[in-house]
Every structure is written in C-alpha cells, then in structure tokens.
C-alpha cells in the first residue's frame, strides 16, 4: 500500500510557515516604511522650494506628515512638530508645487510602496493559495478514480505475504485436471533446485480459461498458498488509467516489486482487458492508445525478466480468442489451463467443500443435488448451499435438510415461487396440460432424462409453470436420435394445448427459442442435416460467455438453412402431437393430478402414468 498522507502533510506544513512569515513580514512592515522626523523649519524651507505634494495633519494639530517629490522624481515621507494656532491650510495656499500645482492639504497619506511587501502579496501569497487549492482539488479527483497524485506509475496490487491467501488446493473442488497441471509449478516454487540441476525452468506464465464463477481466481490463491510464497493480485483494468502511459508505468512497477519479491506469484485476473489483439479483431484498431502501450509494456517485461528466479505469471479470462498472439507465444504465456464446469463428480465435491460451513442433516443426499445441477459452475453451487442455509433460517431451523437444498436448486434455476401470484382456473388449468405435455412427451421417448418434478407455481423468473428433467449421468456427447427427442419434448407443451384446447397460448416462447437455437445448431454446426452433411455454416464466438454465433455463408445458403431448421421442428412438433394424441387418456389423468397438487414428483408421475386407469373425462 502506498502512504498518501505524507506529502499532504509536508505541503500543509511548507503552507503553514509560508503565511507565518508573511505575517510577521507584515508586522514590521510599519516599521521598515516610518516616517522620517525633521524640525518644522525644515517643513519650511521644503514648501517655499515646492518640493512638498501632499500635507496631513494629526487630529490634535500639533503634527504633521508630508510627502515630498524632487526633480528627479523621488518621493520622500516626512513629520515635524507644529504649533496647534498654526493655519497651515493659509500657509500651503500660498505656495506650489515645482510643476505648478496646489500642494494637497487634509487628505490621508499613503504608506510608502514597499517593492518586497507589493511582490509577496500581489504575486508569492495568491499563487501559493492557487497552488495549493489546486493541489487538494487533484487529491480528490484522484481519490475518486482510485489513484493517488503522488504516485503516479505506482501498481495497486494487492499483496498476500507468505501463507496469508489463505487457500490450499483442498479448498478447491471439481478441478482435478487444472489443480494437477498447477501441481508442477507448485513443486518448482518449493525445489528449485531440482530443476535447475537437468537445465530446466519452469514456464513464465500460465493462462486460466474457463467460464466464469469456475475458481480461476482460487486456484491462482491456492498455489501461492501451497507454495507457501508472496502473492500478488491486480485486475487488468486497473492497467488501464485516463492518462497516457500510466499503464505501462504501472506494469514496470509491478514486475520490480515481484523481482524484489521472488520467489512470488503475480495473478492478473481479466487479463483482456489490456491483453486484446491488435490486430483490430479484438477491439483495439493498432493505435498507439494507452491499452496498447500497456500490453506492449506487459510483453517486453516478460520477455525481460529471469524465469529461475522463481517468479510465476498467472493470468485469467473467460474471453482467450481475443487475446493478442504475441500473448500467447512459447516465453510468456506458455501454459493454457482449461478450468470447465464441473462434471457430476466434481459438483459432489464441491457441494461439500461449500457444505462443511453449515449444518447438514444426516440424510441429506448431496448426489442427487449435484445431478440436478448439470452445468452449473462452483460460484453457482456455492450460491445454492446459502440459498439453502438461508430457507433454513427462514423455518426457524439450523439444521439444512434435504428440501432447503432441492427448493434452493429451483431458485438459482426458476427464481423464488411466487404463490400470491393471481392466475385464473382457465389459465392455470392451460399451464397443467402444457406442463403435462412436457413430461408426457419426454417420457414416452427413448434417450429422453428421466421427469423428477412438475410443477404449476409461477417463478420470479416469469414462467407460470416448469417441468425438471434430471439426466442419470453427465453425457459429453448428444446423437442426432437425442437432439431430435429434445426439440419434440420442447413442443409438447404447445402439442398438448392444441390438442386438448383447439388453440394455443403464448406459454411456449421459451420452449420456441430453444427448440430453434438446438435445431440451428445441428444443421449450422453439428452437421446432423442430410442437406448440408458436414458442412461448417456457423462460427461461435465467446464461447465461454453464452457463445455468440455468426452465420458464414451466402444469403442462399442461409434461406436454405432457414427452411431446413423448420422442417426439423415441424417433424418434432408433430411427433409431439402423435404421442399425446395416442396417450390422451394419461394426459388428463395426470394434468387433474396436478391441478390438484400443483406441484408432483417424478416419482408421482411415472406412477399414474404406469396405471392401468381408465381415462377420466
């Protein structure tokens, strides 16, 4: 951290003793400019030779003061004693001065002008007040942008001494692969010497991907808290400051302190911030602006610095093809780690880890949680382990069981049910079957994830009514016969309207935009089209950040990857229809159910829709 408040102290001190000697400047300034005695005779004498310009006599009468000019224009300052009977207004009429004017009589004389005092308080005071108005005035604008005036070119890091970050990697949970990779510069940091013996030195840097919430930044934690060394955290946007070449001042002061400091690890998180391609692609057009002269500042100090020493480089992102190639070359940013999102395995554990802070119940099933959370990050998990603790609390119970975690799931998912939501019988009976038609349709396909709830409460999120589907396992890969199941499941909703009603309502928005969003994608980028076979016809960009896709192809192609798309949910969409249709006797037996219960398990479900009922009219 940097002391700001030595230099203001100094500069109020310096300030302090500059009006304290004019002050006292200004006291003897009456003595330095008295009036110089003469006897009256001599007053004489001066107004018969016109010398004197100006009279001013006391109130008693008996003194006067007087100025004099000569001929070659100096002024002189004068008293002398007189009589109180004296009419020196008489007196003074009768002579002039030596240009021929009346000498000036009764009017207050003027002090003589000091050239030292006129230069201290027209000039040295007001600029001094200027300068330090001035200087308090950049103090705060400093403040508020985070700076500070005096340091310019000095880095904010945050440094975390030796074992004070407070993480080890058994704080880190469902990031194996990434934990193992970092293993190795862990060991480099804590015997050196075993690599320098065979020549070897470790990578410079080592670059974080992965979405966000996924523990880039606890991971770069809990390596300088396993090595047991210094550790510095800096954002890459605090590389970026309004004035020109801060930045890259910035960046050589950070490198000098981890020099200083090695062994050490320097952690920039977001490093596109400052770290995008040149090239125009990454949003920086070349220009000799202030992001690029801290990039360029970052990858000459990379190439400058010792990697022995023992200084290690971790960066993150979410964003790494915008990442400038130069970046990316053997040298600097040898390493690229992945950090994904967690599988089955690793969501358990990281249930757990979040867990220890609160009180579990006993028979508590973290297993089917973590199954019920597919593709969810750590930061997310986490969030649902409090979400759950604070349902507990709301109970007036400490002890977390397993519904604060299954309703805390449905939170992060769906938002917070909304039961004083008013909605009419007709449209809560339209939600029923729609939900119904869901569960309905996925259930009678093969490759489908098994239905584990259904449920008719509206969501903060807006949604009336939703149905849950929890896979037995995380799969990597989804064959056409599946993504073919999914877009029919996602039209059963619709399906059942009409079938049941003649007609169809708004509910099916969300189930439209993914239907097309996965039906796009098989013919643009999974090539499950017969039209198109293997051909590329889309690019995703930001993958990691909700994936932007952009078509690559002419306006021909693209109507015909239009009217391919459709044909792939018309297809779905009547399949939908057909299942319902051949099972409408389970459809409403199940949607009475859950009119009724507003909300029915899997289990529930899968238990009248196995009965050998005969359908209720």
């Not at 002039?96 to 000039?123: A, C, H, V, Y």
């Not at 970052?298 to 190439?303: F, I, K, Q, R």
């Not at 093969?446 to 807006?462: F, H, L, Q």
């Not at 995703?540 to 798309?565: F, H, K, P, W």
Request: net charge negative; charged share 25%.
């Amino acid at each position: 951290m940097h002391q700001t408040k030595g230099p203001q102290k100094s500069f109020v001190i310096f300030l302090a003793f500059g009006l304290l000697f004019l002050m006292m400047f200004n006291a003897l300034l009456p003595r330095l400019s008295a009036a110089q005695e003469v006897p009256y005779s001599e007053f004489l004498r001066m107004v018969k030779d016109g010398e004197v310009v100006e009279v001013q006599q006391n109130v008693d009468g008996n003194e006067i003061s007087f100025l004099t000019k000569d001929e070659n224009g100096k002024v002189g300052y004068y008293s002398a004693g007189v009589l109180t009977e004296t009419d020196l207004s008489s007196l003074l009429q009768q002579y002039q001065t030596k240009s021929g004017e009346p000498i000036i009589f009764g009017r207050e004389l003027p002090t003589e002008n000091n050239p030292l005092t006129s230069f201290l308080f027209s000039w040295l005071l007001p600029s001094l007040m200027l300068f330090g108005f001035g200087f308090l005035l950049m103090r705060m604008m400093q403040k508020k942008m985070g700076g500070n005036a005096l340091s310019f070119g000095k880095s904010n890091a945050k440094v975390y001494v030796q074992a004070q970050t407070g993480k080890t990697f058994a704080d880190v949970a469902g990031q194996d692969e990434a934990k193992e990779a970092l293993a190795e510069i862990v060991d480099f940091l804590h015997s050196p010497d075993k690599y320098r013996s065979v020549g070897a030195t470790m990578p410079k840097g080592a670059l974080l991907v992965g979405p966000p919430g996924t523990g880039k930044t606890l991971l770069a934690k809990a390596v300088a808290g396993e090595a047991g060394v210094p550790f510095f955290s800096i954002a890459g946007s605090e590389f970026v400051e309004m004035f020109v070449g801060m930045g890259a001042a910035r960046v050589r002061d950070l490198f000098k302190q981890a020099s200083e400091k090695a062994p050490c690890i320097v952690f920039i998180d977001e490093i596109d911030t400052i770290g995008k391609s040149r090239d125009g692609v990454g949003g920086m057009g070349g220009g000799n602006d202030e992001r690029e002269q801290s990039l360029n500042q970052l990858l000459t100090e990379m190439d400058g610095f010792d990697g022995s020493k023992g200084v290690i480089i971790l960066a993150a992102t979410n964003r790494p093809e915008t990442l400038d190639k130069a970046l990316l070359r053997p040298g600097r940013f040898d390493r690229r780690i992945p950090v994904e999102l967690p599988d089955l395995q690793g969501r358990e554990a990281i249930l757990k880890v979040h867990s220890k802070k609160i009180m579990l119940d006993e028979n508590v099933d973290l297993t089917a949680i973590a199954r019920a959370t597919s593709g969810t990050s750590g930061a997310e998990l986490a969030n649902i382990v409090n979400e759950a603790a604070l349902r507990a609390v709301k109970c007036n119970r400490r002890i977390v069981n397993q519904t604060d975690l299954e309703e805390a799931v449905e939170v992060i998912i769906a938002g917070y049910q909304r039961k004083g939501k008013v909605i009419s019988p007709k449209e809560k009976r339209i939600v029923a079957y729609h939900e119904i038609g869901h569960a309905l349709v996925a259930a009678m396909q093969t490759d489908s994830a098994p239905v584990t709830k259904i449920t008719i409460i509206p969501r903060t999120s807006g949604a009336l009514g939703y149905t849950m589907q929890v896979p037995e396992t995380d799969t990597n890969l989804l064959s056409k016969e599946e993504a073919l199941n999914k877009i029919a499941t996602y039209t059963g909703g619709r399906a059942a309207e009409e079938l049941v009603f003649g007609t169809f309502t708004s509910g099916a928005s969300n189930d439209i935009e993914q239907a097309t969003r996965l039906a796009r994608s098989m013919v643009t980028r999974l090539g499950m089209s017969s039209e198109f076979d293997m051909m590329a016809l889309e690019t995703v960009t930001n993958q990691y950040l909700g994936g932007d896709a952009s078509l690559t192809c002419s306006a021909d192609t693209a109507a015909r990857i239009d009217a391919e798309v459709l044909s792939i949910i018309k297809q779905a969409h009547e399949k939908a229809y057909n299942i319902l249709k051949e099972n409408e006797d389970k459809l409403h037996i199940l949607a009475t159910f859950l009119l009724e219960r507003e909300t029915i398990t899997g289990d529930e479900f899968m238990q009248l829709l196995h009965q050998k009922n005969e359908p209720q009219q």
